[in-house]
């Protein structure tokens, strides 16, 4: 395997993986705040109104399946998608739906987003994005080479 195509390989493998920490880290400050019965604080909700309202998402019916919050849920899909790296592309595609069917209900069901749930689809996406782009590259070159 040519050097570049190694380095390649490994940036896509760490961009990865810090993407899917972050969910991780994401939904896990979700799941703590459920169980504390904290509602998280929402920053943007003073700038966008109540269009922007954690609460009212995370206290939603649409929040829990069977008691259990669907952050629980998103926990276990990022730790899963973090140990089973030969899974990965399949589970994205499912990991994206959801988030796309979770904003759906977030904007025409709820008529209010919360900043860390978006931002947990968000990072769905790029994963989704990262996994599936056989594209994504860096191209590293010599600075003192010449192209003919």
């Known amino acids: 395997m040519p050097k570049e ?3 390649k390989i490994v940036v896509k493998k760490y961009l990865t993986s810090s993407l899917i920490v972050l969910g991780i880290l994401d939904t896990l400050y979700l799941t ?5 019965n904290i509602t998280p604080p929402c920053p943007a909700h003073s700038f966008f109104g109540s269009f922007v309202d954690c609460g009212k998402v995370l206290h939603s019916q649409y929040a829990t399946i069977f008691g259990i919050p669907l952050s629980l849920f998103g926990l276990g899909y990022f730790v899963t998608l973090l140990l089973t790296p030969k899974l990965r592309k399949y589970l994205v595609i499912f990991g994206l739906g959801f988030s796309i069917y979770l904003l759906g209900l977030q904007i025409f069901v709820l008529h209010a987003i919360c900043l860390y749930c978006t931002f947990s689809g968000l990072l769905n996406l790029l994963i989704f994005i990262v996994t599936w782009s056989s594209r994504l590259s860096l191209t590293l070159k010599p600075k003192n080479s010449s192209t003919k």
């Open 32 to 36: 703590w705040e459920h169980f504390t």
């Open 5 to 7: 195509q190694e380095i």
